[in-house]
């Protein structure tokens, strides 16, 4: 068993930026390739950035490609999302997830935390 906790959502104006954090603990974090997801209010769970296991290789779709940042601290059990130029679109709740071996684009992740509420005003 994971359990993941996110920290560092807040209310930020549009251009701004925000770093959330998500720590592991129960297993060995190394072991759990990490993503991040989000979802505003009526829609869908979107993918916004993944991460392996080493922390080498990260994933990201279009909507976020150049403006956020993932990254971990394998000694830490932690991994952060940096969100830069931040637009009111970005507006969710924002999730930690962790699946057991290499990142899988079906993004299938075994682990999810309790989210963390990013607000983004115009």
């Known amino acids: 068993q994971v359990q993941l906790v996110e920290s560092g959502g807040g209310l930020v104006q549009a251009g701004g930026s925000l770093r959330l954090s998500c720590a592991a603990s129960?297993?060995?974090?190394?072991?759990?390739?990490m993503g991040w997801f989000r979802q505003a209010p009526g829609k869908e769970r979107e993918f916004v950035a993944a991460?392996?296991?080493?922390?080498?290789?990260?994933y990201y779709p279009d909507s976020v490609q150049g403006r956020f940042t993932i990254s971990r601290d394998n000694a830490k059990n932690t991994v952060y999302l940096q969100m830069n130029s931040l637009k009111p679109e970005d507006t969710a709740v924002y999730y930690c997830?962790?699946?057991?071996?290499?990142?899988?684009?079906?993004?299938?992740?075994?682990?999810w935390g309790q989210g963390t509420q990013v607000t983004v005003s115009s």
């Open positions: 991460i392996s296991r080493s922390g080498g290789i990260t």
């Open positions: 129960g297993r060995t974090f190394s072991n759990y390739a």
């Open positions: 997830a962790a699946r057991f071996g290499p990142y899988s684009s079906s993004n299938k992740f075994d682990y």
